[in-house]
């Protein structure tokens, strides 16, 4: 008699298998027959009953991914230590220097060929993180006197936008030095808005991305 | 027998067309059917002959009309009687006041429908208006002395994303009060970067797309 198992395992082992499988070849060069090929006599009729294509199970994968970061981003936005700016600054140094970015910029989506994927990453950054983990810091930072604004949720969403979307070496393709160039008038942007809030290390772990996807994409 | 018309004219006619039924109707609004309907007898096989989808025949309308603003831009980049500073400045206005800016936002795309026209902003604004506009009059700027940077490549991109994308309404739906805030963050990014080229005229006109944009979508 086949084990019942319960529906979030097969989904779980489906991630698994894709995320594995993603990192190995990158997203690109995966086939949903690839996946299948490793689910141990999984059919092709139960992957699709829980995703309806590839891009799907990569919005799956990337969901579990953003939840373990999100974790993260709320307890640095949590604790009772830090000034809102030197939250901000955390907050930026923890995301960038967190592991899982490897594999992101491993898997190496390319978001001219998944158009959805771009507009899944606008929104969570505008909709998601900018309104509950970046905004709160700013507030706290009004409050505290780090930070002076009269719009923080624009200045968030700015901020994210920013960070997100033009910085993204996946989505425009940039190299080492695109990155150096673009870093450098960010952190203007930052310190036009009276944010000294990125450093070295930042950019130096900034660069370090852009050539872990050049060398995957 | 029936008149031998070149393929352009067909295709101008089809894009005469679905652009006054997008304006009409809204572009969510219209369908192919509707387009054929007011075609006088064209088939569906020579619409499908020249566009796969309605939004294929979105980017071809919004093509032309893109091509008929670059023709301002231009205008004014090769101008000889301005500062790089004083054609930044003289480039938003324009931008935002022409006639045709009413046009897109009546028609009113819905970008969470039609992510791949996201996609295609975002590169055209990118890949085509930061370095063929933006980027001669910062460097322009930076020799005459009325602009300070040493990325000027990044900076046409960093102001070109904030203004087409992140304060585009039709991407975020703004309302008038979200576009009031978006703009006075934005004339901020602008100030710490040593450019106050904006001014209550755009701010005002740029309420008004937003207005217009949230009575049409």
Redesign the interface.
Known sequence: MARNKHPEETVNLILDVAFRLFMEKGYEHTSIQDIIDQLGGLSKGAIYHHFKSKEDILFAVTDRMTAESNQMLAVIRDRTDLSGKEKLKTIFQESINRPVQNDIYTIAPD??NN??L??SL?HET?EEAAPNYILPIIRQGMADGSIQ???P???A??IL??AN??MNPM??NSNEE?SY??F???R??M???GLDVVDQQMLDRFQELASIYQKNK
């Open positions: 978001f001219h158009p959805k771009l507009l606008l505008v604004t009269d719009y949720e624009q200045l969403e700015l936008i920013s979307i033009w989505i425009f695109d160039r673009k450098m008038v960010f203007q942007m310190q036009g808005f």
